[in-house]
């Protein structure tokens, strides 16, 4: 900010307005593009297809003159890992019941009478997919994880998280006031050292300076599409003693076989992690967020968490698409006991959890066979896909099993074309393009989400129009090239 290109619109002498912050960054001719690319207007359900407003190129510096037409594209850009976001499918006949038994809204906080009897069915539900004794639901996965961690954690405690953790949990650990150490990204050696580090201090180990020790780390990474090297993490925490709290927003539902995470990927007890915590806006198709553990913890926490008396709760609707798409990957079956009995008896792993029979899924959803073809569909279009490009010399990111496949462009300049390019072919592709300051500023990239509705001729095209486009842009590497 500088008063001789802003003195102008000053609206006092010596204060800037409020938008001068942003002015000095995104100048015109950089927001419009960011609008094009990162920020295109949709319509319609993000599914396996999705449609792109149109807008007048010729009109950069108003980001909202609409054409009125729509290019529909393969869409291999949402978050719609398992095909939840779909209309069709058997949730949409449920929500819609919902909708017309409970409206739109909970009108109210968890504690100030938002605590309806469907949020109590979904989180003894959720309880009962990822195996923990409760779980607590919340409007928004951002706001769990930046509510919760200062409910957790204080000042005198410290929380060791990986440099890549999502900003939601480094706004909430931020806001706890406790103290922070951040290791390499999924590196045990480097975890083990910080570990040993603030762990014994050079002190016998049981002298422990801190109140509490908690290690924040995610299942599945969003930018790398790295998997967590659980089994690893596991290992010292038998050997050093801390509290562990896994965010599985992008690996709950994608991963596993039973889709219930990267703690069901290698087969670790989930009760032997203090708290999972994860999202429905990716394979539920829904929105908002959980957090699970001990019953007495999540107790604490509903009084604790700020969510609890200070949002509203989740709407029931948006919990009945969550029990819906939740209750056709376990293969639940509807039952006629009330939410409230189930509610009490909390029922863990070993108990098969019912749903209320208003939730009349159709049979294909009801009895798991359904859901576990989409498990099985997303396991293979993710290893097709990074194989795929791997093998026409591309270079990607992360884990062959993981349904985020970064490709890397480096060059930032490279990402709107890229974006173009992908939505101006014969068979229009939405992607999405990622840069700083979701990564670092020389690895710009594009982050394909597959999903259970793609079919293999999707991925096939996805291919084709990365081998024609990559030879353009120059993105292809000879083996040992990199
Ligand atoms: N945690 C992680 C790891 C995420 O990637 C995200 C968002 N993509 C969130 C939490 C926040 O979730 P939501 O978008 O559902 O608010």
């Known amino acids: ?72 594209g393969l869409n291999i850009s949402s978050y719609n890992y398992l095909g939840f976001a779909s209309a069709q499918g058997g949730c949409a006949d449920a929500v819609e019941e919902s909708l017309r038994r409970y409206g739109a809204s909970s009108c109210g906080a968890l504690l100030e009478g938002g605590s309806s009897e469907v949020q109590m069915t979904a989180e003894a539900l959720v309880a009962s997919f990822v195996g923990q004794e409760d779980a607590l639901i919340s409007s928004m996965g951002f706001a769990t994880n930046s509510t919760i961690i200062p409910a957790l954690v204080s000042k005198g405690c410290l929380v060791i998280s990986d440099e890549l953790n999502h900003a939601s949990i480094r706004f909430g650990v931020r806001l706890s006031g406790t103290n922070i150490r951040m290791f390499k990204h999924n590196n045990m050696k480097s975890l083990e050292s910080l570990l040993r580090e603030v762990i014994s201090q050079g002190q016998p180990k049981t002298h422990r300076p801190w109140k509490k020790i908690l290690l924040i780390v995610e299942g599945l990474y969003s930018m790398e599409g790295t998997l967590l090297n659980l089994p690893g993490i596991m290992e010292l925490k038998k050997k050093y003693k801390f509290s562990l709290f896994i965010d599985e927003a992008h690996s709950i539902g994608a991963l596993g076989p039973n889709g219930r995470g990267v703690v069901d990927y290698f087969g670790v007890n989930p009760r032997e992690i203090d ?192 081998n024609e486009i990559g030879d353009v842009l120059d993105l292809k590497h000879l083996p040992g090239e990199r």
């Open 275 to 466: 708290i999972l915590m994860g999202t429905f806006t990716k394979s539920f198709g829904a929105a908002g967020g959980y957090i699970a553990g001990s019953k007495t913890l999540i107790d604490r926490l509903r009084l604790r968490g700020h969510g609890g008396a200070y949002a509203e709760s989740m709407t029931p609707p948006v919990l009945t698409q969550i029990m819906a798409s939740m209750a056709s990957i376990m293969g639940v079956s509807p039952s006629t006991s009330s939410a409230l009995e189930l509610a009490q008896h909390h029922p863990g792993p070993a108990h098969p959890c019912q749903l209320p029979a208003w939730i009349d899924l159709p049979p294909s959803l009801r009895d798991g066979s359904e859901g576990r073809m989409r498990l099985r569909r997303i396991a293979f279009n993710a290893r097709y896909l990074s194989r795929g490009l791997a093998k026409l010399g591309f270079i990607t990111y992360g884990h062959t099993d993981s349904p985020i496949v970064p490709l890397l462009l480096y060059n930032t300049g490279k990402m709107c074309v890229f974006h173009r390019m992908m939505r101006a072919r014969k068979t229009p592709i939405v992607v999405v393009v990622v840069a700083y300051p979701a990564t670092p500023l020389v690895t710009s990239r594009v982050r394909f989400c597959v999903s259970a509705s793609h079919t293999k001729d999707d991925i096939d095209t996805v291919l084709r129009a990365c």
């Open 1 to 72: 900010f500088h008063p001789k290109f802003y003195g102008h619109l000053l609206p006092f002498d010596g204060y800037a307005p409020l938008n001068s912050d942003f002015d000095s960054f995104y100048t015109r001719r950089f927001k419009t593009r960011i609008d094009d690319c990162f920020a295109a207007p949709v319509t319609g359900v993000p599914g396996r297809t999705i449609a792109l407003l149109d807008r007048d190129s010729d009109d950069y510096n108003n980001s909202f003159f609409l054409t009125g037409t729509t290019t529909r």
